[in-house]
């Protein structure tokens, strides 16, 4: 870990750090449980235990792995629907073959991203190419879900196929840190992913001993996740913004919250443990959307009443059909 990397960190676009402003300080830091989805493989739970208001725009984020598979041991989802939201399927390590009811579908490695709008309806299935299941071999990723306004849970579905070499990439003034935009916006520079909810989606690796503050939109929330590694988050003692804000342990598996301001920073330790070589943070943020939400399932709505039509239009077939090379396959409703 990562994929996505580059021979001179100096040559990238800065980031520099805000000239005035409030730095977000931190509102919570939880340690994610872990789990099991699909036909069985690992996960760790980001958001368990955190209020949804919090999380709003997000609803759920999983990492999946880091799990180094032996021959015949990969593993993926059946056939299952969605509505209502976005799946955000971010590969770090490894390789995963998407196919949906709609046409959409590829395969998506090291580094790239999966992003499928579900809106009205979808059917998909995720799993490990062929391949990879004879030979096993490394798997880590995140998939996230996007809440959609309920002006756009009927929108028609959609794919978005977005390559690591279209990720926009920044690094901190130093060079200490290297800064991936997967969507939105952070200090001008856009990423490639086209998202109906205002959101920011950013993988940053931070050196043993490097710290990173990037601008955040002050309408959006600030989360950040330790795929790997150790270090802090929050500014350290204060800055020169805001007396009174404080670092805190952060570390592989743990959800950070930030509250109000326009800036996050985080840091990593001087000495990092023998499975991470540096401190591998997934930060995002979004506009909260502030609409009631029911969910269930595969699918997510305003009310109860619109998560129940939705199983009754999958069981009725209004969600789509799995594709006539895998007719026969019954898809499930217990997936993610």
Sequence with gaps: MPAVTVENILTLPKVAPPLSGAAREVVSVT???????????????????????????????????????????PKGTPWHPHRGFETVTYMIDGEMRHQDSNGGGGLITNGDTQWMTAGAGILHIETPPEHLVVSGGLFHGVQLWVNLPKAQKFAAPRYQDITSGRVALLSSPDGGALVRVIAGEVAGHHGP?????????????????????????????????ALGGSGTVGAPGGNAFQAGTSARPFESGQLAVFGPGDSITLSASKRQDSRSESLEVFILGGRPIREPVAMYGPFVMNTKAEVQQAFDDFQAGRLGSIPAAHGGVQASTDDA
């Design 31 to 73: 340690t994610a449980p872990r789990g099991f989805e699909g036909e069985g493989f690992p996960v760790r739970r980001a958001f368990a235990g955190v209020d949804l208001r919090a999380l709003d725009p997000f609803i759920h984020m999983d990492q999946m792995g880091e799990v180094d598979y032996p021959p015949g041991e």
């Design 193 to 225: 992913g086209d998202t109906y909810t205002p959101i920011t989606l950013v993988h940053a690796t931070l050196a043993p001993g490097a710290s990173l503050t990037l601008p955040w939109r002050p309408d959006f929330n600030a989360l950040a996740y």
